[in-house]
């Protein structure tokens, strides 16, 4: 079975902070892929970048960055110098060839305060 | 190029009428499939099609059903609407059916409300 826990349930910064999103997933496939979407209050997912289990290489582009980590199981994002446009609910997703679909996590709401 | 279009945008229905929504994914993509969203059961996924095809199908009642169309177009329906239908109906298309490796595009969503 495939697991995404987002602990966090709502997370508040002030703008320009830095605020990093927790993300821990489980699978028993060794190929899977990981992905993290935005929702704003719009309610569109928007795509924000997708790791396969092979790539542990973080990745940093522009103001997000992402940290892979297979030993934990982990899949953080973080925003450098938070801005108010930033603030949305962001989704944890996980896929793999067993369950040929996209497992989310509950989500957490991030507010970024001006 | 166009994104995932879906329609209507909202809808409102009475218990026991059916609805259908429609998906037109990105030109090119094959792979179709759909998610609800609730506030208690947060993104849950339903089924997917490829090919006019249903290829997979979440945990779902046999009220909800869809169907591809030979351009890549889906519809789903819920027949005999209950209260706890209303959700945020989310349509993803992907280039192939293993949408891991390809990526998935969400369209807007249609929010459905059955009072």
């Known amino acids: 079975a495939q697991k995404v826990t987002q602990a966090q349930t709502e997370i508040s910064v002030v703008e320009k902070e830095d605020v990093t999103l927790d993300c821990v997933y489980e699978?028993?496939?060794?190929?899977?892929?990981l992905f993290w979407y935005k929702q704003p209050p719009s309610g569109e997912l928007v795509f924000l970048i997708r790791r396969n289990s092979f790539d542990e290489q973080n990745e940093i582009s522009g103001r997000y960055s992402w940290n892979f980590q297979k030993s934990t199981s982990s899949f953080n994002f973080t925003i450098t110098a938070s801005q108010v446009v930033d603030s949305a609910v962001y989704f944890c997703a996980l896929f793999s060839g067993s369950a040929r679909q996209l497992t989310f996590g509950s989500g957490t709401q991030l507010t970024v305060l001006p | 190029k166009a994104g995932v279009t879906q329609t209507p945008r909202y809808l409102i229905k009475t218990r026991g009428q059916q609805v259908t929504l429609s998906c037109s994914p990105i030109s090119g993509h094959r792979s179709v499939s759909w998610y609800q969203q609730t506030p208690g059961q947060g993104l849950q996924f339903l089924f997917e099609y490829f090919s006019e095809t249903q290829r997979n199908k979440g945990n779902f009642p046999g009220r909800f059903s869809g169907r591809q169309f030979s351009n890549s177009r889906s519809e789903m329906n819920v027949s005999t609407l209950e209260l706890g239908d209303s959700a945020l109906y989310l349509c993803?298309?992907?280039?192939?059916?293993?949408?891991?490796?390809?990526?998935?595009?969400f369209g807007s969503g249609t929010r459905l409300t059955v009072v």
């Open positions: 699978t028993r496939d060794t190929t899977y892929y």
């Open positions: 993803a298309s992907s280039l192939a059916l293993t949408g891991g490796s390809y990526g998935y595009t």
